[in-house]
């Protein structure tokens, strides 16, 4: 079956500088990755999308990049803010309509 | 929350009890989802729903039916609760973009079984 790692459970930074969460899987070849940010006591939100035949994806701050070969996501936020402090969700999708999500990264920014 | 609603928002109830939980869309999304979320595991896929009276399962479906016999309403049901059934139960919708589908996401529900 396929298994979805992301990055320590918990990951601080100080405020301004980039904070690179990591989404590895194996077992799987996704046609498209998502990221989702998920607020406490709150469901997740969509933030990102990126296809398999795409490298690097951007929105605002945020980018997102797809590396088939290692089944590597990163995503980065930059120039954080305590904000941004979250947990932030991976996951893949397919064919069909099923999606994979991997446990989550907290984020904290540190003012 | 995308127009996704989810009751009740919080329930305790006693083991070996039936318990339905509701979700309801007004976005007119063809596909919805039942997640659970529980600490170490993440979100994982219940049932899911690919239009009216159209169901299958996800890769934790045991001890959980569904039926959907509106497009906006999708209702989870544990047949006897279990102790192992306490979680934050999430709903989700999507739609074809195309290429892909995004997930919007309810507010869950949290249920706790005693």
């Known amino acids: 079956s396929q298994k979805i790692e992301q990055n320590s459970e918990a990951l601080n930074i100080q405020e301004g500088k980039t904070a690179t969460l990591t989404c590895n899987y194996t077992n799987y070849s996704p046609a498209y990755l998502q990221w989702y940010r998920q607020d406490p006591g709150r469901g997740p939100v969509f933030l990102l999308l990126i296809r398999e035949n795409e490298k690097e994806k951007r929105k605002e701050r945020l980018k997102v990049t797809f590396d088939t070969t290692l089944k590597q996501s990163l995503f980065h936020i930059t120039a954080s803010q305590p904000a941004d402090s979250a947990t932030y969700l991976c996951a893949l999708g397919g064919a069909g309509n099923q999606f994979y999500f991997g446990t989550g990264t907290s984020l904290t920014v540190i003012p | 929350d995308a127009g996704i609603t989810q009751s009740p928002r919080h329930k305790v109830t006693e083991t070996g009890t039936p318990v339905t939980l509701r979700c309801h869309q007004t976005e007119n999304h063809r596909y919805m989802y039942w997640y659970r979320q529980d600490p170490g595991h993440g979100l994982r896929l219940i049932h899911y729903s690919y239009g009216v009276k159209d169901t299958d399962k996800g890769e934790v479906s045991d001890g959980y039916s569904v039926s959907r016999s509106k497009t906006e309403d999708f209702l989870l049901t544990l047949e006897s609760a279990t102790s192992s059934q306490t979680s934050v139960y999430f709903c989700?919708?999507?739609?074809?973009?195309?290429?892909?589908?995004?997930?919007?996401f309810g507010p869950g529900t949290r249920l706790t079984v005693t």
């Open positions: 989700a919708i999507s739609e074809w973009e195309g290429f892909a589908y995004e997930q919007y």
